[in-house]
């Protein structure tokens, strides 16, 4: 009995602690029920009451097509370059440039040993200086003999004999003045000179090399003159007219240039017709360089361009743009609208899609606007 009488105040102790925590949990619940509603009507009213968000936009015009720009890539070629060699052997004396070395038209680049044609050329001189030595003797004894015929003094067979010893002579300082010109060509070939005002792009020898008829000694490419050589498709290039000008693009500059001629021909390699063009002279540009020809082409297909900033990138590659939409209260609302990006020129897009013809289209700050948001256009 006394045990039973000890245990049950213990017993009502703990159920009456177990109620009072569920009771504050009730409370504690109810509270926070309360919270999320009174939360709630808060920002319904508040969303009612909003302000519409102002926010630029840009009228969507529909066409017909665009026009689109394509280029086609070609290289920068030189008027003119060569391997420039000796027309005659020898050993090579010296060569006076090195690659990259700015040479005038005439200007000497490499020499030859002449040792050996400078001797016979002495050689020669001195023949040439008797054979008229005894030129000018066997004329002045035809002259005494031509006088003295008369007189019966010399023969006249003696007479013709002098006057024909005097023109062999003339002929033999012909032949002699004949051998020292070609000697004096050959020493002028020792000599290799510029053909043209250039730079030298390759030195191929150094001096003392011994070199045969024809073998390169430097590669000079010419700078006053630059083409540049352009393959286009060939339904492209029958409409292009030589002596036009067309707009090119080297490193990224735009350069407007003349179309010199259209080859006749197909490069079999990439199947194009080759088009010349005349560069600007004094064109800051290298033999080799790669440049490119723009033109337009008209694609027939409809849509519209679009700033770049109106779209917002989709699902699945997908593009979207947000359309102003007029609310039956008289304000507008922001609605998601498909479209497809056909093509880009800088800041502006050209797509199709679900847009009408005239639509008011957001065009700046697309991130911040959601579909059904009450906005109220600044621009037009």
């Known amino acids: 009995m006394n045990a039973q009488s000890t245990n049950q105040p213990t017993r009502i102790h703990r159920t009456l602690g177990t109620n009072l925590l569920f009771i504050a949990l009730a409370v504690a619940l109810t509270v926070a029920l309360s919270a999320g509603l009174h939360w709630r009507a808060n920002a319904a009213v508040s969303s009612v009451t909003k302000e519409p968000l ?10 017909d097509s665009y026009q689109r720009q394509v280029s086609f890539l070609g290289v920068i070629e ?10 005659a052997p020898g050993k090579l004396e010296r060569v006076m440039v090195r690659e990259g070395h700015v040479v005038a038209q005439g200007e000497v680049i490499a020499e030859l040993d002449s040792v050996r044609l400078q001797a016979q050329r002495r050689g020669t001189v001195a023949d040439l200086a008797r054979v008229e030595s005894e030129l000018e003797l066997a004329r002045l004894k035809a002259k005494r003999q031509r006088d003295l015929v008369a007189t019966g003094a010399v023969s006249r067979e003696a ?10 002579l003339e002929a033999q300082v012909a032949a002699v003045s004949a051998a020292l010109d070609d000697l004096d060509v050959a020493l002028a070939k020792t000599r290799l000179t510029a053909p043209y005002a250039g730079t030298v792009a390759a030195r191929y020898l150094d001096d003392g090399a011994v070199v045969t008829s024809g073998t390169p000694i430097v590669r000079l490419v010419e700078t006053a003159r630059l083409e540049a ?11 292009l007219r030589e002596g036009a000008t067309y707009a090119l693009r080297l490193r990224g500059e735009p350069l407007d240039a003349q179309l010199a001629s259209l080859r006749p021909d197909i490069d079999p390699m990439t199947r194009t017709r080759t088009a010349v063009f005349e560069l600007p002279e004094g064109l800051n540009a290298l033999d080799g360089e790669s440049l490119t020809l723009v033109l337009d082409q008209r694609v027939d297909i409809r849509g519209g361009w679009l700033p770049i900033e109106a779209l917002l990138e989709g699902q699945r590659g997908a593009w979207t743009v947000l359309r102003l939409d007029s609310a039956s209260s008289g304000a ?3 609605v998601r609208e498909a479209v497809e990006i056909l093509d880009t020129r800088g ?22 606007v959601t579909p059904g948001l009450p906005v109220q256009p600044v621009g037009d």
Not at 229 to 239: K, L, N, Y
């Open 332 to 334: 507008y609302l922001a």
């Open 54 to 63: 102002p926010v630029a936009v840009t009228r969507f015009e529909l066409h």
């Open 159 to 168: 007479s013709d004999e002098t006057r024909l010893r005097a023109q062999a």
């Open 347 to 368: 800041d502006m897009a050209f797509v199709r899609g679900t847009l009408q013809d005239g639509a008011a289209v957001i065009s700046q700050g697309v991130h911040r």
């Open 78 to 87: 030189a008027g003119r370059k060569a391997d420039l060699g000796f027309e």
């Open 229 to 239: 050589h352009i393959g286009v498709p060939v339904e492209r290039a029958t409409s």
